[in-house]
């Protein structure tokens, strides 16, 4: 029944498989000579598959885990050095027809604020995310045929492109909504999107169904199989993702894992990203009604073992997450992060004032993001702000091969302290200006190739003189 090249989602999520994986993974959790050779195999950079990785997260025993750790550690820095990428979602409308129990847009929640931006409030949006330095966002809508068609996404992402304030461009809006149709992925994929992200919430089909009572994302086949319609569509770039605390984290892990195995089965191309969500409390949710919460110490356990399981995918986590979580899952292998998010519609232009709330869910990082660079730059990392690859359409396969060469460092590497230099050109508090160019100062050095750091120097100088949006 398993088959991760079919098309059908149950026979390459089977739960058969997966139920398999966990009793396999329990049976050998102890066994030491087992979990050694897959941290070696992990160590080689030759990935895990889910019935590996999973022995990995059922393993307790406390140096194997330290291991597990120091090898995420060792990944992240070998292939993402230690730059992080920054991004903003963008709400665009929170009308939805569908009935997720786990998320305040649902349907049938009548004391919501319920809200779609104009092209105008669009405008104002961006505007202000320009005015911070945003150069990457995540547009999120509800899935409403009628208040929120493809037409209007697709409007919307030609305003977004559209809009130049100051110095200010968004160059890489990635989309969020719902499972669509081929057609429709291959519009996106027309409009210039980024990555085309979208949450299984949950693997497990019976409780998927549970947790979406009504509208059509009821449909768990659907939904699961989105990703191939949308490559199918031309969009190499899919992010993947399950909101923990929905069901048993082993066997969401397990699920995802067998997602990106189908996904390069099928397309040769792996997710470009995956997102690590929790359940978080909104209005009209309570996160201790699912029973399912993880603990911060499983949560980076699940990050590192993304982080060895999938090297080549990178990792994301938003403003759910405290600036506490956020420094303890950072060195296991985050490749990007949302900073200074708002989780309402028309949030960034408007502080919402009113009593009633149109937010998603409550953000616990509430840093401003010269606040979220600066704290960055800190703890030692490159805030990166480039968009570079998608622009060089570097997507898909030729993207995992930048990855595989290990030619990341003279390509990330430079870009993210040219696009640094921009943010503190433009938009930097005069402290974390300061802190930022002894940093790219430090940071131009350890560039390998000496073409490429001669380069680099000159448009870190050129930025000074007012030029911008280079790239590697
Ligand atoms: S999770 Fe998405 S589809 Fe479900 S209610 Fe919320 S906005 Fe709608
Ligand atoms: S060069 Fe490509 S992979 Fe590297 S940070 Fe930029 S967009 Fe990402």
Same mark, same amino acid.
């Given at each position: 029944m398993y088959n991760p090249k079919s098309l059908k989602a149950e026979e390459f999520i089977s739960d058969e498989e997966i139920k398999e994986t966990l009793a396999y993974a329990d049976a050998n959790k102890n066994n030491v000579e087992l979990i050694d050779k897959l941290i070696q195999k992990a160590k080689e950079l030759k990935g895990l598959n889910h019935r590996e990785a999973s022995v990995l997260l059922a393993c307790d025993i406390p140096e194997k885990v330290q291991e597990m750790y120091k090898l995420a550690e060792q990944i992240k820095k070998d292939f993402y050095g230690n730059r992080i990428v920054l991004f903003a979602p963008l709400y665009l409308s929170n009308y939805c027809v569908n009935g997720c129990v786990y998320c305040p847009y649902h349907a049938k929640n009548k004391h919501i604020a319920r809200k779609k931006l104009t092209q105008e409030d669009i405008i104002k949006e961006v505007t202000a995310l320009q005015d911070m330095g945003h150069k990457r966002l995540a547009i999120e809508a509800g899935e409403?045929?009628?208040? /929120?068609p493809i037409e209007y996404i697709l409007e919307c992402i030609k305003t977004i492109y559209s809009i130049k304030h100051k110095n200010g461009a968004i160059r890489r809006v990635n989309v969020n909504i719902a499972a669509t149709t081929v057609e429709n992925y291959k519009k996106l994929k027309e409009a210039g999107i980024g990555t085309y992200i979208l949450f299984q919430e949950t693997y497990h089909k019976e409780s998927y169904e549970k947790l979406h009572p009504t509208g059509p994302k009821h449909n768990y086949a659907y939904h699961t199989e989105a990703m191939d319609r949308a490559m199918e569509g031309g969009i190499d770039d899919v992010g993947l993702g399950v909101l923990f605390g929905l069901e048993l984290y082993r066997y969401e892990f397990a699920g995802l894992l067998m997602h990106a195995e189908h996904l390069e089965a099928v397309h040769g191309v792996g997710p470009h990203t995956i997102s690590v969500p929790r359940i978080k409390r909104a209005d009209d949710i309570d996160?201790?009604?699912?029973? /399912?919460g993880i603990s911060d110490d499983i949560f980076a356990k699940i990050c590192a073992l993304i982080r060895i399981s999938v090297p080549y995918t990178g990792m994301i986590i938003s403003t759910r997450e405290s600036q506490s979580v956020r420094e303890k899952v950072l060195p296991l292998g985050v490749s990007q992060i949302s900073g200074a998010s708002k989780t309402s519609v028309g949030g960034y232009a408007d502080d919402e004032k009113e009593e009633i709330t149109s937010e998603q869910f409550d953000v616990s990082d509430n840093r401003t993001l010269d606040e979220v660079v600066n704290w960055l730059m800190k703890l030692g990392y490159i805030p990166s702000f480039c968009t570079a690859c998608y622009r060089e359409g570097r997507t898909g396969d030729r993207f995992m091969s930048l990855c595989k060469s290990r030619q990341i460092l003279n390509c990330c590497h430079p870009n993210a302290l040219m696009t640094l230099k921009e943010y503190l050109e433009d938009y930097a508090s005069d402290e974390t200006q300061k802190v930022g160019m002894e940093l790219i100062n430090k940071e131009l050095k350890n560039i390998p190739n000496e073409k490429v750091r001669k380069i680099a120097y000159e448009h870190i100088n050129d930025i000074s003189n007012g030029k911008r949006d280079f790239r590697f």
């Open positions: 409403d045929p009628v208040n /929120n996160p201790t009604a699912f029973d /399912n």
